[in-house]
């Protein structure tokens, strides 16, 4: 293997517990800054959505040019993408009046689309194997709808009175804590349990977000979303200071 695919293939990093615990702090975030630009701001989803978007765009290119795994690079990416996630999925399944179940379908969709088209064009869909722009170009591609996908799914779940806020974090908690379990104890497809895990961390991001900022009326413990955001940022960045921050390649198996 060349030094210039080595450079390439570890510009992801590793799956390690600390991967996944930013990661969920990371999809939090996203749910209280887009609600903030698109509420407390009263920019509208749309405009969030343009916003947000514009920053991932340059963020990915940033990201596909870069020669080697870059920590804050990396983490930047995926909290635009979830910001943007959260904008675009209110955008469809509110302002197109599709509603959550119409939204999370045509975003399934969108995923399903993303990842057949990574393997139609590169031959595999596995996270560790990005040898060219191209491939990263769907990594993120795919990245930036399961965020999206996992907020509306977040939402629907959170908008039935029998859960809330509260019991939907623990039902995608417990399907996370089930995922991981499959992960270790059985020989199902990693690839498929990665991406399920991705997209499950986004709903559960999702409903602690709207658990965090929304009214107490509605369940939730009305902080302030611009305070929530810059909280959870502070964490995020001493977090991927304070963690082992190295690249590697996602398991392949499967």
Excluded: C
């Amino acid at each position: 293997m060349t030094d210039d695919m080595k450079d390439t293939l570890s510009k992801v990093p590793a799956l390690t517990l600390g991967f996944w615990i930013i990661k969920i702090l990371a999809t939090t975030l996203g749910e209280t800054a887009g609600d903030t630009v698109s509420m407390t701001m009263d920019l509208g989803y749309l405009v969030g959505t343009a916003l947000f978007g514009g920053v991932l765009i340059v963020l990915v290119w940033a990201q596909i040019k870069a020669r080697k795994f870059h920590p804050a690079l990396y983490w930047a990416t995926i909290i635009a993408s979830t910001t943007a996630g959260t904008t675009l999925a209110d955008f469809a399944t509110r302002s197109l009046g599709i509603g959550y179940p119409g939204g999370s379908l045509l975003l399934f969709a969108l995923v399903l689309a993303a990842l057949a088209s990574w393997r139609m064009s590169e031959g595999r869909i596995d996270a560790d194997v990005i040898t060219t722009p191209r491939a990263e170009g769907f990594y993120w591609l795919t990245i930036t709808f399961s965020q999206t996908l996992g907020t509306a799914l977040g939402d629907w779940v959170a908008d039935n009175p029998a859960l809330g806020y509260g019991g939907a974090a623990l039902l995608f908690g417990g399907l996370l804590a089930l995922a991981a379990a499959l992960w270790f104890a059985t020989s199902i497809s990693r690839v498929v349990l990665f991406w399920a895990i991705f997209i499950l961390t986004r709903p559960l991001g999702a409903t602690v977000g709207d658990f965090l900022d929304k009214p107490v009326a509605s369940g939730g413990l009305e902080f302030s979303r611009p305070l929530a955001s810059l909280v959870l940022g502070v964490a995020i960045v001493a977090l991927v200071m304070l963690l082992p921050q190295r690249a590697g390649d996602h398991p392949r198996k499967g």
